[in-house]
């Protein structure tokens, strides 16, 4: 059951429609004053096959600050009646632009979103995220809409009318902050409620990086199931990409996006399954079509077909952004790809930290790891046994043996705010 | 020029299409629990003229509280998109419910106020008021997009970005509360802009009760054309009422609401022109009609034809609320009556305070009115021919005559938060 046929088109047929909407989306994006100048010397005949998209150039956020605030629309002013921008309190903002058409389209990939999670006509979905030039809160509600649930714009804030709100009127689908989510269950508790008697259902949560974990930590406080998403405003926000009931990654709309994942150093695509940059491009965007655009957020391709029968690649958890990229030893590594390493192994505790150090000439990578208190025995052998387990699974992923230093729970200090996974010191003296 | 032709319908036709349209509206009213037993005696057939709408029972905040959440619902949960509800802060709250067309007749009738006074597709709206359960914002946000203009969903707050955003987008239509306004244009000039550099040309003002001075003020001050908005979520939120380029009175769209003004002690109907409180009947909500709803707001009919062509009829600015009524004498009178009248003579300053006193048996009002400095003079004989002249004024809007006192401007103390205007002294020993 699809709320759109397209969500398990054959792949060939797929790739068939992505070329027709891409040359379609080249020739409109000529139509604006940045894309008639970045595609004057190239033939949209060129475009043969899906990934021939490789001989286009990229589109970075600071062509789209250049730009601002009109330099890629493809019409007139007139034709648009939405516009959403960043805040730009440092820098110029960037600023996207819809016409009633994009509004259409948005809300269709929204809906098909929701219903992939197992949203239906009959929930009623209560928004607690903020409205305005935040994608995330019109994004969703249009969707809701949409798909015709019964839509509550409650908003963020005021935990007790959100509580009142729930309970008076059913509601079975919550849009909710990742960070947001676990303190509302407190206070659902502490206002004397039973979790259980929520009659919540789904969860759709994304807007911010979050970890498996966390998603595990909401389920289980929550009584819930909770689906992440992925969107940015520049490919409309949130509709990008959604988590189906196999909660194995998110489906990216491939009849509405290009996704590429690009080494952020060369450019090049990297291999199937690798991490790398995502890179996408607008495929039914008519005001503002958007080719090659470096999102900045690292990911890769779960290889493998979805048992729920969308054709629709899907995109692993976004695991940090390009900026956080290390190189060592000429490997590229991703401080997401220790994280997730660490923390599939039962034994390994809640922190960790890498150090880069020199070594003469030689650049090595230290993990620090809290090992769980049942695990960390007074026994040299099983500990010394949990080291290598755990340097031979970071090797098998990163592709070089780091030097594993175990320790006991709560012994890294720990970060207000952002934790401070990664301490590079191959330029200290 | 009109956004919709029904707006110039001609005064007959319209009124059959009410007729035929609250026929409508009692049959699928029945459909509800609320009005399936409220409506048991009347035969719909009993209507035959718009003014039949007497024969109906009114509907109550108190009903809709009482029927909370689901009464007045026409047809299955599935059915709805939307739902609004008052905060509920204090006691059980109002819950309002759309299905897709509800909306979709809401956002036209936005529109259509929007478009009277003079809003165009090629105009871009910053929505600066809140989102989220308000109906204010939604409201006016889908209306903006349905007329065409660019749509900024600015939300409430963060005034360096409101004006930045003006600035860069040529905002041409602000939607902002009155209140918010002043302070809004005083903050453009600390941040060293000139007012007549700013793009804007039309404000849309309501949500707020104001007066023709704060409209003044709003005008003088920002240099744009500031249009009264009239809605309450009842009735769907704004576009119930609107005014068009004649700023003088706002045209009630009588074929979407059936409009009455009644005594609200007795509930017959006024006479044409006088104040009374105002009772709306939808006729184009499918999913949660309301018939005769007491509004609570005080209001008269604008005698006379507007000059810009559109028939329905106009409301006057909101008087006040119906629980504010004095009787004095067995005369219903309006604070707000008072306010008008006095504001209309160029000698009389800021502030005034009405007081009841009981004087034997008999029930006087007096009227102490700041008086402008340089009317104030040391002239005996001027001073009270404009007492009489007050007094007079007063008598031909009240049909009574008070005793007036004059004083010097700022001699009445001024209150904290909202005004106290009325002094009811006569249970006081």
Redesign the interface.
């Known amino acids: 059951m699809y709320f759109d046929p397209v969500e398990a088109m054959d792949r060939a047929a797929l790739e068939e429609l992505q070329v027709e909407r891409l040359k379609k989306t080249i020739d409109n994006a000529r139509n604006s004053p940045f894309y008639s100048e970045q595609l004057a010397g190239f033939d949209t005949a060129d475009i043969k096959t899906a990934s021939d998209i490789a001989k286009l150039p990229f589109t970075t956020k600071d062509d789209l600050r250049n730009q ?2 009109h330099g890629l629309l493809t019409r007139s ?2 034709e ?6 960043s ?3 440092t820098g110029t ?1 960037v ?1 996207v ?1 819809y016409t ?1 058409q994009d ?1 259409n389209t948005w809300a269709d990939l929204m809906a098909r979103c929701m219903y992939a999670c197992g949203c239906r ?2 929930d ?1 979905m209560q928004n607690m995220s ?4 935040f994608t995330g ?2 994004g969703i509600h249009y969707g ?2 949409r798909l ?8 963020a804030g005021n935990t007790k ?1 959100q509580i ?2 729930i309970r ?2 059913n509601v079975s689908v919550l849009h909710i902050i990742p960070s947001f989510a676990l303190y509302f269950a407190q206070k659902v508790q502490e206002a004397g409620y039973e979790i259980e008697d929520m009659p919540w259902r789904i969860a759709l949560i994304g807007a911010e990086p979050h970890t498996e974990e966390a998603r595990a930590k909401i389920e289980e406080m929550m009584h819930i199931k909770a689906y992440n998403s992925y969107g940015l405003s520049e490919m409309n926000g949130p509709g990008v990409a959604f988590e189906c009931l196999q909660q194995n990654g998110m489906h990216v709309w491939e009849d509405a996006y290009i996704a590429e994942i690009i080494n952020p150093k060369t450019g090049e695509h990297v291999a199937e399954g690798e991490i790398g940059e995502l890179v996408m491009t607008t495929l039914t965007r008519e005001g503002m079509p958007i080719i090659r655009y470096r999102t900045r957020d690292l990911t890769r391709f779960i290889p493998g077909d979805c048992a729920c029968g969308r054709t629709h690649r899907r995109i692993d958890r976004i695991a940090g952004r390009a900026d956080d990229m290390m190189i060592l030893k000429g490997v590229n590594i991703y401080p997401m790809q220790i994280e997730q390493c660490l923390m599939s192994m039962p034994e390994v505790g809640q922190n960790y930290l890498i150090e880069l150090v020199r070594e003469g000439v030689s650049d090595q990578m230290k993990v620090k790891v809290e090992v769980k208190d049942e695990f960390f025995v007074e026994d040299m052998r099983a500990l010394q046994g949990l080291q290598k387990k755990i340097a031979k699974n970071l090797c098998s992923e990163i592709l070089l043996t780091p030097h594993v230093e175990l320790c006991q729970s709560d012994s890294i200090p720990k970060a207000e705010g952002k934790a401070v996974r990664v301490i590079d010191r191959r330029n200290e003296e």
């Open positions: 601002y605030p002013l007139d648009f009646v939405r516009l959403h921008a805040s730009g309190t903002p600023a632009f009633q509004l006509e009959s009623t903020g409205y305005g030039l809160g019109l809701s809409e015709g649930m019964l839509t509550i714009p409650a908003g009318r009142k709100l008076d009127h």
